[in-house]
C-alpha cells in the first residue's frame, strides 16, 4: 500500500490556447522523463497543461510521472481525465491499473491492466497483471476462509441449540414415565395410616408398607393409574363385602383382570397373616387378599384427592 498521504494534485486545464508553446513543453518534459527526472519532467508538464488543452496522452504522460514519483492517487486523478477524452487509451488504462495497484486497489487494477493489455500489450503490465490475479486469488481464499468459519460457528450453534432442545424433551420425557409409575404422594403416611380409614386396618403395622410395596412394581402402578381399573375394582365390593361374582367378572377384562391377579399375587402373602376379617366361603388368605385390594384401591384414590363413595 502506497503512502496517500499525497501533496496536492497537479494543476488541470482552465483557459488558454498557446499551443506552440505547450508543444515546446511536452517535448522538453519528455526529455527530462526519459533522463530520469520525473521531478523536472513534471513540472513541464504541469505548464504544458496550463498553456492550451491537453490531450489524453499528456494527461497519461504526467500521471506516469506521478507513478514514478509515488503520488498514485495524483495519477489515476490524471488518467480519469484522459480517459474521459478517449476511453480506449492503453496508456491511460495500463498506468491508472499500475497506480491503483500501488494503491492497494488490486480489482480495480485488474479489471484496467486487463483491458490495456487487451488493447496494446505491453510487458511491464504484463508483470502488473501477474501480480494483481496472484493478490486476487488470496483474497478470494481468505473470503473463503472467513465464509467458512462464519458457516461453521453457526452450524455448531444449531448443533448447540438441537442438543439442547433433545436434552430438556428427554428430561420431560423422564419426569412424565416418573410421575406415571412412581409411588404417590401419600401426604403423612410413613409411620401409620391416619384415623378413619374404611374396613379397618388391625393386625397391620400401617397401610403404608403395603403401598409402598404395591406402587414398587411397574404394572401394578400403571394399572393403579388407569380410572377403568379403578373404577372396577370400587365397584366389586357390594354390601356385605367383596362380590365374588364381580370378582371372576373382573377377573376376565382384558384390562381389569391382569392388574387384580398382579394385586392379588402380592397381597395374597401378605393379607395371610394379617388377621381380621376374609370373604366367606374362600380361602383365608385369599379372603384377604380381595378385602385388602379393595382397601389398597380406595386408599390410592384417596391418595390422588379423589372422592370415594363407600
Given at each position: 500500500m502506497a503512502d496517500t498521504d499525497e501533496p496536492p494534485f497537479p494543476p488541470m486545464y482552465e483557459s488558454g490556447d498557446d499551443f506552440d508553446?505547450?508543444?515546446?513543453?511536452?517535448?522538453e518534459a519528455s526529455d527530462l522523463k526519459s533522463a530520469g527526472d520525473f521531478e523536472g519532467a513534471l513540472a513541464k508538464y504541469n505548464e504544458a497543461v496550463q498553456c492550451a488543452e491537453p490531450s489524453a496522452l499528456?494527461?497519461?504522460?504526467?500521471?506516469?510521472?506521478?507513478?514514478?514519483?509515488?503520488?498514485?492517487?495524483?495519477?489515476?486523478?490524471?488518467c480519469d481525465?484522459?480517459?474521459?477524452?478517449?476511453?480506449?487509451?492503453?496508456?491511460?488504462?495500463?498506468?491508472?491499473?499500475?497506480?491503483?495497484?500501488?494503491?492497494?486497489?488490486?480489482?480495480?487494477a485488474l479489471a484496467d491492466l486487463s483491458a490495456s493489455q487487451a488493447i496494446d500489450y505491453n510487458d511491464q503490465?504484463?508483470?502488473?497483471?501477474?501480480?494483481c490475479v496472484?493478490?486476487?486469488?488470496?483474497?478470494?481464499?481468505?473470503?473463503?476462509?472467513?465464509?467458512?468459519?462464519?458457516?461453521?460457528?453457526?452450524?455448531?450453534?444449531?448443533?448447540?441449540?438441537?442438543?439442547?432442545?433433545?436434552?430438556?424433551?428427554?428430561?420431560?420425557?423422564?419426569?412424565?414415565?416418573?410421575?406415571?409409575?412412581?409411588?404417590?404422594?401419600?401426604?403423612g403416611?410413613?409411620?401409620?395410616?391416619?384415623?378413619?380409614?374404611?374396613?379397618?386396618?388391625?393386625?397391620?403395622g400401617g397401610m403404608a408398607g403395603m403401598m409402598g410395596a404395591m406402587m414398587s412394581d411397574p404394572e401394578i402402578a400403571a394399572g393403579l393409574q388407569n380410572p377403568k381399573v379403578m373404577q372396577a375394582m370400587m365397584g366389586m365390593m357390594g354390601a356385605g363385602g367383596p362380590d365374588p361374582a364381580k370378582m371372576m367378572e373382573l377377573m376376565n377384562d382384558p384390562e381389569v383382570g391382569?392388574?387384580?391377579?398382579?394385586?392379588?399375587?402380592?397381597?395374597?402373602?401378605?393379607?395371610a397373616g394379617m388377621g381380621g376379617g376374609g370373604m366367606p366361603g374362600m380361602p383365608p388368605a385369599l379372603g384377604?387378599?380381595?378385602?385388602?385390594?379393595?382397601?389398597?384401591?380406595?386408599?390410592?384414590?384417596?391418595?390422588h384427592g379423589r372422592s370415594i363413595a363407600s
Open positions: 508553446k505547450a508543444g515546446d513543453l511536452k517535448m499528456l494527461y497519461a504522460n504526467r500521471a506516469d510521472c506521478l507513478v514514478k514519483l509515488d503520488r498514485p492517487l495524483a495519477a489515476v486523478n490524471d481525465a484522459a480517459l474521459k477524452m478517449n476511453p480506449d487509451s492503453a496508456k491511460a488504462l495500463r498506468i491508472r491499473g499500475t497506480a491503483k495497484k500501488e494503491i492497494g486497489d488490486f480489482e480495480a503490465a504484463a508483470q502488473d497483471l501477474k501480480f496472484e493478490k486476487h486469488v488470496e483474497m478470494e481464499a481468505e473470503v473463503a476462509k472467513k465464509r467458512n468459519e462464519e458457516e461453521e460457528k453457526i452450524r455448531k450453534k444449531a448443533a448447540e441449540i438441537k442438543k439442547a432442545q433433545e436434552e430438556a424433551k428427554r428430561e420431560a420425557e423422564e419426569e412424565a414415565a416418573a410421575s406415571a409409575t412412581g409411588m404417590p404422594n401419600m401426604g403416611m410413613p409411620g401409620g395410616m391416619p384415623g378413619g380409614m374404611p374396613g379397618g386396618m388391625s393386625g397391620m391382569p392388574v387384580l391377579t398382579k394385586l392379588m399375587e402380592k397381597l395374597g402373602p401378605m393379607a384377604h387378599s380381595i378385602t385388602e385390594t379393595h382397601q389398597l384401591t380406595r386408599l390410592t384414590q384417596r391418595s
